[in-house]
């Protein structure tokens, strides 16, 4: 059975505060479970309907579906949920392109991102510190895996880019068209809030504004969800380095 102590520790890691004090995340379903099982991550715990994972007996714990509803945060739990170790930050380094965030709050945009990161090779995925946290369960959830191949690091935007020796775009309404603009091979794009944008503080670190051009007639649409437009521009970006 799963204890009392077990659910109070689970259901605390909704909470940033509580994720990095324990330095424990929660991952749920086999697909998410099973890609960070073989990757850099370590396990902590695994509940499990069906103990199918071949874990050693320690790590593999067996529930029932009562007992998953308890644990688990998703509407319609999976067959499993396993506990993970928040790893120690690696220090980047830049190559080829690196994607930056200036305070993306939604977890599923963020997740959403990570995946389009895993997807189009990007390694490097830097995050300005009010951005929403990676180990976050529904942002866990959202990128289906892709958490484990993808370098997360999260600090003062600002002294990032200040320090970097990489080109800077950033994506803006009234930019430049990102498909009549030149683009570097090794740069740094960096995407905006959900609401606001890139904010003021580090727009005056943008090199060279790039937009998405709209085509639709009336041309009112007002903006882009920010994981869209993020596909969008690292498509084109990928697609000049495949010709080059």
């Known amino acids: 059975m799963v204890s009392k102590s077990q659910i109070k520790l689970i259901t605390s890691l909704a909470q940033k505060k509580y994720r990095y004090k324990h330095r424990l995340f929660v991952a749920e379903g086999f697909k998410t479970i099973s890609e960070l099982i073989n990757s850099d991550f370590t396990l902590n715990k ?114 990032f880019l200040e320090n970097s020796e990489s080109p800077v775009y950033g994506a803006f309404m009234d930019g430049e068209n990102i498909y009549r603009s030149n683009t570097e091979e090794k740069a740094i794009l960096v995407m905006g809030n959900e609401a606001n944008g890139i904010s003021a503080e580090i727009e005056e670190l943008i090199q060279k504004k790039i937009s998405i051009p709209r085509f639709g007639e009336l041309k009112e649409t007002e903006s882009l969800n920010v994981a869209t437009a993020t596909a969008i521009l690292l498509s084109e970006f990928k697609r000049r380095d495949f010709i080059r």
């Open 46 to 159: 695994l509940f499990s309907l069906e103990a199918d994972f071949g874990q050693k007996p320690g790590e593999i714990q067996k529930i029932d579906e009562r007992e998953l509803k308890k644990i688990s945060f998703l509407k319609t739990p999976q067959t499993a949920l396993a506990l993970f170790e928040i790893p120690e930050e690696k220090i980047i380094q830049e190559k080829d392109l690196t994607l930056a965030l200036d305070g993306v709050r939604d977890p599923g945009n963020l997740g959403t991102i990570i995946r389009l990161c895993d997807w189009f090779g990007i390694t490097n995925l830097v995050c300005s510190q009010d951005s929403v946290d990676c180990y976050n369960p529904k942002v866990v959830q959202a990128t289906m895996g892709s958490l484990a191949r993808v370098n997360i690091f999260y600090c003062d935007l600002n002294t």
